[in-house]
Antibody, heavy 120, light 107 residues
Framework: EVQLVQSGAEVKKPGESLRISCKASGYSFTDYWIGWVRQMPGKGLDWMGSIYPGDSDTKYSPSFQGQVTISVDKSSNTAHLQWRSLKASDTALYYC?????????????WGQGTQVTVSS | ETVMTQSPATLSVSPGDTVTLSCRASQSVSSNLAWYQQKPGQPPRLLIYGASIGATGYPTRFSGSESGTDFTLTISSLQSEDSAVYYCQQYNDWPPTFGQGTRVEIK
């Protein structure tokens, strides 16, 4: 069974750094793209970027380019989403989602979400 | 970036009704269109991909169709458990983009 298990909720102050994680199991981690999706409070879904664990090829949506960093640790089958300096506007629920062997596939498997709250 | 526009924003329907949700792409996305269902406190669930192909385990009362850049999700014999927000997503171009969602409320 494919599973994506995300790290727990975070409460941070503006300017702090943060890395959240998504641990994959039940499939060959290096063969499928994993993406990150933001859902701001009461709002819709925004695709932030995707990474191919096989070679760490990474694509970012223009709105998120330079704002976050997506990485993987193949030794632990884990994808990460990282901020260097959080803003209050980063407060949102973040999902990881598995795509296909290409980044242009739909996502049938999703993590449970990680709530990030940024407040002074 | 391809803009996806969904309508209506909200639907209030009765159990047993047949409902139609619409999604329009700002440019051709071929048939690379998915529909997701999201209930409160849950991640999105893939219902339809390829515009009309049911995802594994999806309820067969959900069906998808396309006409050019217009896409439709039809829910037949609506059940109370279908109360949710439904999103369309194009995955033809980078970045993948979602519509703003249609909320289906059960009367």
């Amino acid at each position: 069974e494919v599973q994506l298990v995300q790290s727990g909720a975070e409460v941070k102050k503006p300017g702090e750094s943060l890395r959240i994680s998504c641990k994959a199991s039940g499939y060959s981690f290096t063969d499928y793209w994993i993406g990150w999706v933001r859902q701001m409070p009461g709002k819709g879904l925004d695709w932030m970027g995707s990474i191919y664990p096989g070679d760490s090829d990474t694509k970012y949506s223009p709105s998120f380019q330079g704002q976050v960093t997506i990485s993987v640790d193949k030794s632990s089958n884990t994808a990460h989403l990282q901020w260097r300096s959080l803003k209050a506007s980063d407060t949102a629920l973040y999902y990881c989602a598995r795509s296909g062997s290409g980044y242009n596939y739909p996502s049938a498997e999703w993590g449970q979400g990680t709530q990030v709250t940024v407040s002074s | 970036e391809t803009v996806m526009t969904q309508s209506p924003a909200t639907l209030s329907v009765s159990p047993g009704d047949t409902v139609t949700l619409s999604c329009r792409a700002s440019q051709s996305v071929s048939s690379n269109l998915a529909w997701y269902q999201q209930k409160p406190g849950q991640p999105p669930r893939l219902l339809i991909y390829g515009a009309s192909i049911g995802a594994t385990g999806y309820p067969t009362r959900f069906s998808g169709s396309e006409s050019g850049t217009d896409f439709t999700l039809t829910i037949s014999s609506l059940q109370s458990e279908d109360s949710a927000v439904y999103y369309c997503q194009q995955y033809n171009d980078w970045p993948p983009t979602f519509g703003q969602g249609t909320r289906v409320e059960i009367k």
